[in-house]
């Protein structure tokens, strides 16, 4: 009993200490069985980012196939076959050891594959993922960026093969000579393969068929290679006459009639699309005649098994009525002289092939001859033209406002007509292009139809509705491969559209139409759309005019890389803004750091300033501009207002006296309130605040809009003070009646930080370079996927769907005449104190320190709590200057609160006087709220 123990001990032992290369041979092999099926069920990205559907794998499986393609792209392939190679090693040769710098070697190389993807296609993807992945990105850049692309790819491959002899045990050069007698073996062995499958071919076409000996009427012919000669030879014992007379050979059947039906040669046809065969020149009756011809292309289309093939000869012999049943004809019911034709539907709709979208529409497709045939065509949506009617139109469409100044508003004439519209898409064009989409999404697995088709000016929105249970994340991933097999530079998919059981294709037209900033101010719509700032923006994708108010957005941030219509689109907005405000009703503040792009406006009556071209004065301005807010709402305080509009009624009203629905200055009203018992009470009066100077009442305030050409310039300058500026006006500066645009053509989360962009409901975005840029601005993709000149995705206010737009265009000569038709009109009124410098003592610090200061008790408090009388810690703590916080520490050291010395560590507290001190000041104010002098702001 020992001894057995001992030995078994012994075993255990040996085979512990024993290498076992099965085993990690049979483990490499399961991974790579297991990350080969992880990522051929991969289903891309979803919409937010993450792996979307379903794996063979699982939850593993589809988070594995998503690090891998992040990580190295389609490089993981060879990742993939490098375990699969290592474990047939192992699992073959157990002599064979690979070392660690081997394998280092191996997995550099895999890094350096993703390289060259990278670098060979830097813009195309993958489900979704880079080619290359972030490895490949990473190394490809860096490499491109001391090489350049050519030479970068040349180190990377240079590298492979450098790191390949290294890892490899035997020469490269008697490794390369093995691959070469391979590769010639197998080339020898296909062409021997080719060979003999073309010989049993030609013998299976040249087998003799027997023309004597018919077989009877009832006896099946044996079944022979389904050919169209031995279809024929096999259709000709059942039409022979009944006379006992040699039959004649195939190629030259007998006639069932006269020589008024000659009989048609039958020619053999190879390699086409299957077509219904000719009626048989036969005694046999219709019925036969109707079911042989079905049958023959049935078989014909099955020889090439493609489903809409079978489905269309389905059709055509549900329309000959071979499915119906019906008596078979008497030869006495036959025609006597003539060969029954064949019926048209079917000849039609299986011998034409589906039409390929081209531009002739000449070569459109026929319709089906049923109407169960083909699925029924997509309904083509016209948008409105209206561009005849513009260049009748010589006047501005909206009524100008009414002002107390000669001011003449700008009419049409100023602006250029817009050519003829000549760039109109044919419907058979549109139709093609339909169903080419809808065969290109049945060759990735993906079935439905496209119900509707809306051209518009640079894009033609397909609503395609999917199959049912199909995901959206399978469609949303093949923008690229639909882009190449539409031959399109891109192609943006809304999956879904908003409010519809469809998704939006929106592909590129063959040419481009203008969007013409005349006939978007000549149209009704902009006359009668109210609001104080209106703007026309540009034509959706249906082609129909699309306006906004500056007043409901209230802010608007412009995002767009350098040449893709952000300039063009700033202009037309000033432009319509100019077109519909006078200078009393709307005053301008415009910010150029680039010196060349609103210097146009310069000298027009509208501006507060020149053009601010300086990044400091700019700053300086938008402190202004703050302090005009602040200003503005004491105004509102004053008068009773709540918004800029009731503010300005409200003015009118007491600068005229006319209006009865607001009583006179110190008029008591009297409101009365219907408590919850039914009881009308009367609550306490209220007298109408009269204004701050009852001899000289307040005048209007105008709108005032502020542009900013270029964001990220101002930031370079001053980001904090420009950031909490913008960040104060966004917040508050619409019922002042203060409004932003600002734009920039660097969307980076620097530039367009989480304040500044929560502040701006709405955003809108030109084509920007990446995804990440899109996300930036409109938290969503789409921007990178645009067309550039004008094509644009604006965000409105209180919504996330997104609206593609195509910018109004207005040409710089426009804008001259424009800007010189106001010029005439009046002189511009400067306030250069908006840019002046301010006081060192501007933080409303007071010359006499002994008064009261609204922060001397926070400042007591804080240096209570902090056990220091710190000036920086007052000033950052209270938000106020140095000097001020220098003097309320100097005044704690005259009344004994705190100790000299120039430390504040140094410094020793009072806590006691403090809490003394605090004390009295709080009675002394509750006892006489009146015995305060504030401090001058």
Not at 17 to 35: D, F, M
Not at 268 to 282: C, D, K, M, V
Not at 501 to 523: M, Q, S, Y
């Amino acid at each position: 009993m020992a001894k057995g123990k001992k030995k078994a001990a012994a075993v255990v032992s040996a085979i512990a200490s024993k290498p076992r290369p099965e085993v990690t041979a049979v483990l490499a092999l399961l991974g790579t069985v297991v990350v080969g099926l992880s990522l051929a069920s991969y289903d891309g990205l979803g919409p937010d980012g993450l792996p979307a559907g379903s794996n063979l794998m699982g939850v593993v499986g589809r988070y594995t196939a998503f690090l891998l393609l992040q990580l190295v792209g389609l490089a993981s392939g060879y990742y993939l076959a490098l375990l699969a190679v290592l474990g047939l090693i192992w699992f073959t040769d157990d002599r064979h050891d690979v070392t660690l710098g081997t394998l280092a070697a191996y997995l550099c190389n895999g890094v350096l594959l993703a390289a060259l993807l990278h670098l060979g296609a830097p813009q195309a993807r993958l489900l979704g993922h880079e080619l290359g992945g972030s490895a490949g990105e990473l190394l490809g850049g860096l490499l491109a960026s001391l090489f350049s692309s050519w030479g970068g790819a040349l180190v990377a491959a240079g590298l492979v093969v450098l790191l390949t002899v290294l890892a490899t045990p035997r020469p490269l050069l008697s490794f390369l000579q093995r691959l070469g007698r391979a590769l010639r073996a197998g080339g020898h062995g296909l062409r021997h393969a080719a060979g003999w499958t073309a010989d049993l071919w030609r013998a299976t076409r040249a087998r003799p068929v027997s023309p004597t000996a018919p077989a009877p009427a009832a006896t099946t012919p044996e079944p022979e290679p389904r050919t169209r000669r031995n279809r024929t030879a096999r259709a000709a014992p059942a039409a022979e006459p009944t006379a006992a007379e040699p039959a004649p050979p195939p190629p030259e059947p007998p006639s069932a009639t006269p020589a008024t039906n000659p009989p048609r040669p039958v020619e053999p046809i190879i390699h086409q699309r299957p077509r219904i065969a000719a009626a048989s020149t036969t005694t046999a009756s219709p019925a036969e005649d109707r079911e042989r011809s079905v049958l023959a292309n049935l078989a014909q289309a099955m020889r090439r098994p493609a489903d809409d093939e079978i489905d269309r000869v389905i059709e055509a012999a549900r329309a000959a009525g071979f499915f119906d049943v019906e008596t078979p004809r008497t030869p006495a019911d036959a025609p006597p002289t003539t060969t029954p034709p064949v019926p048209d539907a079917p000849t039609v709709t299986v011998e034409k092939p589906p039409a390929e979208p081209t531009n002739d529409t000449s070569a459109a497709a026929a319709p089906p001859t049923t109407a169960d045939s083909a699925p029924p065509e997509p309904v083509i949506v016209e948008g409105p033209r209206r561009r005849k009617e513009v260049r009748r139109s010589g006047t501005l469409a909206a009524e100008p406002q009414t002002t107390a100044s000669p001011y003449t508003l700008p009419g049409l004439e100023l602006l250029a007509d817009p050519p003829e519209q000549t760039t109109s898409i044919s419907p058979d064009v549109l139709r093609d292009y339909a169903a080419k989409l809808t065969q290109t999404l049945k060759n990735y697995g993906i079935e439905g139809e496209v119900r509707e088709i809306h051209p518009g000016p640079v894009v033609t929105t397909y609503e395609f509705c999917p199959a049912a249970g199909t995901r959206l994340s399978r469609i949303s991933s093949l923008e690229n491969d639909v882009a190449m097999a539409m031959a399109v530079t891109k192609v943006r998919i809304v999956a879904p559209i908003p409010g519809k059981n469809a998704v939006g294709f929106e592909i590129p037209n063959p040419t481009r139409e203008t969007v013409f900033l005349k006939e978007l101010l000549a149209d009704p719509a902009f006359a009668k759309r109210g609001g104080m700032l209106p703007i026309a923006v540009g034509k959706d994708l249906t082609g129909k005019p699309y306006y906004s108010d500056l007043a409901k957005m209230p802010h608007l941030l412009v995002a767009g890389a350098t040449g893709t219509g952000k300039s063009v689109f700033i202009n037309a907005t000033l432009i319509s803004l100019l077109y519909r405000q006078t200078a009393e009703q709307m005053r301008l503040l415009l910010i150029d750091p680039k010196h060349v792009e609103l210097i146009a406006y310069d000298r027009i009556p509208h501006l507060l300033l020149p053009v601010v071209s300086d990044m400091r004065k700019a700053a300086l301005a938008l402190r202004w501009a703050v302090g005009e807010m602040e200003r503005r709402y004491h105004l509102f305080a004053a008068i009773g207002a709540r918004q800029l509009t009731h503010y300005n009624q409200k003015v009118a009203a007491l600068r005229d006296g006319t209006n009865p629905a607001n009583p006179a200055p110190g008029q008591a009203v009297k409101i009365v309130v219907k408590g919850p018992d039914g009881v009308a009470r009367e609550v306490a009066p209220a007298t109408t605040t009269p204004p701050p100077n009852p001899d000289q009442p307040p005048e209007k305030l105008p709108t005032l809009v502020i542009v900013i050409d270029e964001l990220a310039e101002l930031m370079s300058v001053a980001a904090k003070d420009v950031e909490s500026a913008i960040q104060r006006l966004a917040q508050k500066g619409r019922a002042a009646g203060i409004h932003l645009i600002v734009a920039t053509q660097r969307p980076s989360v620097d530039v367009i930080t989480g304040t500044i962009k929560a502040n701006f409901p709405t955003r809108l975005s030109f084509k920007v370079s990446s995804k990440t840029d899109s996300r930036t601005v409109l938290d969503q993709n789409g921007a990178d996927q645009l067309l550039g000149m004008g094509d644009m995705l604006l965000l409105p206010p209180g919504t996330s769907d997104l609206l593609r737009i195509q910018a109004c265009y207005v040409s710089e000569d426009e804008i001259e005449r424009v800007v010189q038709h106001i010029r005439v009109q009046g002189e511009p009124t400067y306030d250069e104190s908006i840019v002046a410098e301010p006081d060192e003592d501007e933080d409303g610090e007071d010359a006499d320190g002994e008064d009261y200061d609204e922060h001397w008790e926070p400042a007591l408090e804080l240096t209570l709590r902090l056990k220091q009388a710190s000036i920086s810690k007052i000033q950052r703590h209270l938000r106020i200057g140095y000097n001020r916080a220098a003097r309320i520490v100097e005044r704690m050291e005259r009344e004994g609160l705190v100790g000299p010395g120039s430390n504040p560590r140094e410094k020793e507290i009072y806590a006691d006087r403090i809490i003394e001190r605090l004390g009295l000041e709080r009675t002394r104010h509750q006892d006489d709220p009146d015995d305060r002098t504030p401090a001058s702001p």
